[in-house]
């Protein structure tokens, strides 16, 4: 622009400059910039201080209709230890949400001292939290389109979905009763997060599998009842100590993650007033314009600045926009 300016015959001492904040504050080209995929906060993981203290929870699906017309899959997995809960539903509601976490969670592992999930209305639900409440638990939302935030749910979703398809071939419809072998593999196999099975940082032993049945191993052939309680007696005394390990070990991963993640950041950081663009998710793109739509959406103004990285925002008009936004979601607006 400042070429075509100089060619015109103009010139003044700050013309880059000027064409530059000219176009820099183009709304039409700032609602069509591309969008950031660099992460623009560092990154914070979660630390679950004991076992069964803090869970994720989220939705997979929808598989194909399988037997008692289910499609979903509700999971939780616990920070800690890395075990996996998962139940099948034809339809995932607040109230079935609710089950799930008095039937596999806290009857079995206790209550717990918060959730993670994210923003879907079966978690937003006013009775789901009353619930939550009225049993102490703490209910963490994770930022809109910003599934890092609960990525221990995430990874177990992986997990689960890689497990199925390859044990599926071409009866998809049978992911349901594929799914109790498929946890079962799991809670079985040393985790790399911390190198134990969640089975024996749940219950303080190795589970017998049935490798051990068709090759006896050295446990299962010279079995005694009374070395046997002796034995799984031992075991419990050294829990706490293989947990420590366990935990250890996690921690020293996640700096790892941590260190490499942070290395690629391109900082943003908002402050309370500014005014910003956000980036337009598939859910919020007017099908109608298709792929000429607007890759940001705005301008909204920062109504708080929280912890790491995540904001509120409100409409120019004063309107608070639910929920809150991660900074990689938005850029600066120059006006």
């Known amino acids: 622009m400042a070429d075509k300016v100089l060619r015109a015959g103009y010139y003044w001492p700050t013309l880059k400059e000027d064409c530059a904040n000219f176009i820099k504050k183009c709304v039409q080209c700032q609602k069509h910039g591309n969008l950031i995929h660099a992460s623009a906060a560092e990154l914070h993981s979660f630390s679950s201080p004991w076992p069964f203290s803090l869970w994720g929870i989220d939705v997979l699906g929808p598989f194909p209709m399988a037997?008692?017309?289910?499609?979903?899959?509700?999971?939780?997995?616990?920070?800690?230890?890395?075990?996996?809960?998962?139940?099948?539903?034809?339809?995932?509601?607040?109230?079935?949400?609710?089950?799930?976490?008095?039937?596999?969670?806290?009857?079995?592992?206790?209550?717990?001292?918060?959730?993670?999930?994210?923003?879907?209305?079966?978690?937003?639900?006013?009775?789901?939290?009353?619930?939550?409440?009225?049993?102490?638990?703490?209910?963490?939302?994770?930022?809109?389109?910003?599934?890092?935030?609960?990525?221990?749910?995430?990874?177990?979703?992986?997990?689960?979905?890689?497990?199925?398809?390859?044990?599926?071939?071409?009866?998809?419809g049978a992911w349901a009763e594929e799914l109790p072998e498929v946890l079962w593999a799991y809670r079985c196999t040393p985790q790399s997060t911390t190198k134990e099975t969640p089975f024996r940082l749940t219950y303080g032993a190795d589970a017998m599998i049935p490798v051990e049945v068709g090759e006896p191993s050295f446990r299962r052939q010279h079995f005694h009842e009374e070395s046997n309680n002796v034995s799984l007696r031992a075991e419990l005394d050294v829990l706490d100590e293989t947990r420590e390990k366990a935990q250890i070990v996690a921690e020293a991963c996640k700096q790892c993650m941590t260190r490499r993640f942070n290395s690629n950041i391109k900082p943003r950081t908002f402050h309370e007033e500014d005014l910003v663009w956000r980036a337009t998710g598939s859910a919020r793109r007017n099908s109608s314009e298709g792929k000429l739509s607007a890759n940001w959406d705005g301008p909204f103004r920062i109504r708080h600045a929280l912890n790491n990285g995540a904001y509120k925002l409100e409409e120019l008009s004063g309107k608070v926009v639910p929920r809150t936004w991660n900074s990689t979601h938005l850029k600066t607006y120059y006006s």
Request: positive net charge; proline residues 3%.
């Open 67 to 172: 037997k008692g017309q289910v499609k979903f899959l509700l999971v939780a997995v616990n920070y800690f230890t890395k075990w996996i809960e998962a139940e099948p539903l034809a339809c995932i509601s607040a109230t079935n949400v609710q089950k799930f976490i008095w039937k596999s969670l806290v009857t079995r592992f206790g209550i717990p001292y918060a959730i993670v999930s994210d923003n879907g209305l079966q978690f937003t639900d006013k009775k789901f939290n009353t619930f939550l409440e009225n049993l102490g638990i703490r209910h963490r939302f994770t930022s809109v389109e910003h599934p890092q935030s609960n990525g221990q749910a995430k990874a177990a979703n992986k997990v689960i979905l890689t497990e199925l398809k390859k044990r599926l071939g071409a009866a998809k």
